[in-house]
């Protein structure tokens, strides 16, 4: 499994950026892929994923951020919208077959692109 981040980039309060993860064929159809960030001296934590044909989010980003898959090019984004500068960090896209309750928990994941960085600063 091979995943790629992209899409980071320096954005003012309140503006929007859209990140990408391509994830190599077939990754959808065997595992769960999450987007999760670390912050600076920070644990890595949960942001979002779609399990099941549903969307999760977690509560500091639910309804500014809008997770979806595209199954034709094995990518899935995350547009982030009224961005704050509490959401600045490492950005990673991961993969694994966690259940429901431990999606949250970057230790159900086995694999992880490299991150791109997200800084939203004035």
């Known amino acids: 499994v091979q995943l790629q981040a992209s899409g980071g980039g320096l954005v003012q309060p309140g503006g929007s950026l859209r990140l990408s993860c391509a994830a190599s064929?077939?990754?959808?159809?065997?595992?769960?892929v999450s987007w999760f960030r670390q912050a600076p001296e920070k644990e890595r934590e949960f942001v979002a994923t779609?399990?099941?044909?549903?969307?999760y989010y977690d509560d500091a980003v639910q309804g500014r951020f809008i997770i979806s898959r595209d199954n034709a090019k094995n990518t899935i984004n995350l547009q982030m919208n009224s961005l704050k500068p509490e959401d600045t960090a490492l950005y990673y896209c991961?993969?694994?077959?966690?259940?429901?309750?431990?999606?949250?928990?970057?230790?159900?994941?086995?694999?992880w692109g490299q991150g791109t960085q997200v800084t939203v600063s004035s």
């Open positions: 064929e077939g990754t959808f159809s065997s595992y769960t």
């Open positions: 779609v399990a099941r044909g549903r969307t």
């Open positions: 991961g993969a694994g077959r966690p259940i429901i309750s431990s999606m949250r928990n970057p230790e159900a994941y086995y694999y």
